[in-house]
C-alpha cells in the first residue's frame, strides 16, 4: 500500500469518525501530493511523499511560532494539526542523536571542527537522515558543535 493510500485510508476512518481536524489535515496532505504527482506526470515514491508532508509540518510549526499567546485556542488546535501531520513523519532524531552523526561526519570526512565546514555538514546530514530530521535543528546543532 502506497503512502497515498495510506491517507486515503485514514482520511476515510477520520471521515466516519467526524473528526474534521484530523479530515482537513489529510486532505491538505492528499492535495500536495497529488498536485507535484500531477506536476511530475507520474506517481511519487512514498520517500518523494514524505517530501511535502515535511513541508507540511515545517508550515505548521511556523504557524505555531507566530500565533500570538493570547490565542489559546488557536494555539491547541494548531498543536493537534502538528501531531497529526508528525504522526506520519518517521521518528524524528533529537538534538543529542544529531550531534553523534555529525561527530561521525567530521570524522569520516577527516574534517576540522571550523566554520568552513558548516555546508559539507548541512549536505550530508540532510542526504543521510532525510526525512529524519529537518535543516532547522541540524543548523542549531551544528551552531553548538562549531563554537
Known amino acids: 500500500m502506497s503512502f497515498l493510500d495510506t491517507l486515503r485510508k485514514d482520511k476515510m476512518q477520520a471521515m466516519k469518525d467526524k473528526d ?20 511530475a506526470k507520474r506517481e511519487l515514491t512514498d520517500e518523494e511523499s514524505l517530501k511535502y508532508v515535511q513541508k507540511e509540518a515545517k508550515q505548521t510549526k511556523d504557524t505555531l511560532d507566530m500565533t ?56 550530508e546530514m540532510m542526504a543521510k537522515f532525510a526525512g529524519r530530521t529537518d535543516g532547522k535543528s541540524v543548523n542549531r546543532v551544528v551552531e553548538q558543535l562549531l563554537k
Open 20 to 39: 474534521k481536524v484530523k479530515v482537513g489535515v489529510l486532505s491538505l496532505m492528499m492535495s500536495s501530493i497529488a498536485l507535484a504527482e500531477k506536476e
Open 68 to 123: 500570538p499567546t493570547s490565542r489559546p485556542e488557536l494555539i491547541e488546535e494548531v498543536t493537534r494539526k502538528l501531531k497529526i501531520i508528525e504522526s506520519y513523519l518517521p521518528k524524528q532524531l533529537t538534538d543529542e542523536e544529531i550531534l553523534i552523526a555529525l561527530k561521525e561526519i567530521l570524522t569520516e570526512k577527516n574534517l576540522e571542527t571550523n566554520h568552513k565546514v558548516r555546508g559539507i555538514l548541512m549536505k
